[in-house]
């Protein structure tokens, strides 16, 4: 009960994270959208720069809104798999049902990280001023289920994921700072077009 007690606050946590992101991510769009709105009425050059631009905002926009419907599903199922914990018995084994959920979940945060990994990358691309990977963006991945319950038991695994995360949060923090460069290259810009 303990451990199952853990693991559900530690997956509470990676759900609060994911929509601090999904925040920070949305966070980005509106400043982007400021600056298309300030860009408006320049050259032909700007313009065209905009709409390009406004694409990769509506890309963005779509991939932020299936991952929030996801990350709301991950809260529900979190909310029910605490609900059980609560109700069970001390020492009494968790139920079949229990375990059950708690594998799904844990596949759908590593489907929601794998999500998120896409998304930094896309956007990385896209700020860059690359044109995006089209396998991302379309969302086409290999169909990876990682975990089943001895899975779940096992340090490797865990490790595995806490590296993963890691890493999306180094790639998150390499993005802002590439987008705030870009967003002051853009400004210098278009100072001295105006």
């Known amino acids: 009960m303990e451990s199952r007690k853990k693991e559900c606050d530690s997956l509470q946590k990676i759900v609060e994270k994911q929509q601090q992101k999904i925040d920070q991510l949305c966070s980005q ?5 400021q600056e298309l709105a300030q860009e408006d009425g320049t050259s032909q050059a700007l313009r065209e720069e905009a709409q390009r631009r ?5 890309q963005l926009r779509t991939a932020v809104k ?8 991950l809260i529900e199922k979190n909310l029910t798999l605490q609900e059980q914990l609560r109700q069970a018995q001390p020492g009494s084994p968790s139920s079949p049902d229990t375990a059950q959920l708690a594998i799904e979940l844990y596949q759908e945060l590593a489907s929601c ?3 998120l990994q896409a998304v930094c990358s896309i956007v ?3 700020a860059q001023g690359h044109d995006p990977n089209l396998s991302l963006l379309l969302g086409i991945h290999s169909t990876q289920h990682p975990g089943t319950q001895l899975d779940l038991q096992k340090p490797d695994v865990i490790r595995k994921k ?6 999306l949060r180094h790639d998150i923090e390499d993005l802002r700072t590439t987008m705030s460069d870009r967003y002051a290259q853009d ?8």
């Open 162 to 167: 806490l590296e993963e995360v890691q890493q």
């Open 54 to 58: 406004e694409t990769a905002l509506q």
């Open 66 to 73: 299936e991952l929030s419907v996801q990350n709301q599903d």
């Open 113 to 115: 990280l794998q999500d």
């Open 124 to 126: 990385t691309q896209r």
């Open 187 to 194: 400004m210098g810009e278009n100072c001295a077009t105006q």
């Open 29 to 33: 769009i509106q400043s982007l959208e």
